[in-house]
Nanobody, 122 residues
Framework: VQLVESGGGLIQAGGSLRLSCAGS????????MGWHRQAPGKERELVAA???????YYLNSVKGRFTISRDDGKNTLYLQMDNLKPEDTAMYFC?????????????????WGQGTQVTVSS
């Protein structure tokens, strides 16, 4: 499957963005999908993950602000980001969990998209 992210941009602190990750084929058969981010000079981190059975993971710092969801009819994964903070500034990537469900959320991911930049100004 090929994944293409969109929806990033420049926004003021406190604002909202919704990121989309469109798949070239159905995402339903993929065990779990995840949103990751990487800020300059920092390691990539998993922000949120969602299994096809509905199990969800969130990074502590985004709990209550970000919501991951998927629309299997549109082969699309979403990340709704509310009350954005400057520390959320990063390149955001979606990817598919390569291993079985028990490896969620920290297992190996693949089929990375090209990313979409999110910049939050203070």
């Amino acid at each position: 499957v090929q994944l293409v992210e969109s929806g990033g941009g420049l926004i003021q602190a406190g604002g909202s963005l919704r990121l989309s990750c469109a798949g070239s084929e159905s995402l339903f058969s993929i065990t779990a999908m995840g949103w990751h981010r990487q800020a300059p000079g920092k390691e990539r981190e998993l922000v949120a993950a969602l299994s096809n059975g509905g199990s969800i993971y969130y990074l502590n710092s985004v709990k209550g602000r970000f919501t991951i969801s998927r629309d299997d009819g549109k082969n699309t994964l979403y990340l709704q980001m509310d009350n954005l903070k400057p520390e959320d500034t990063a390149m955001y990537f979606c990817a598919a969990l390569l291993g079985p469900l028990r490896t969620m959320p920290y297992g190996d991911y693949g089929h990375w998209g090209q990313g979409t930049q999110v910049t939050v100004s203070s």
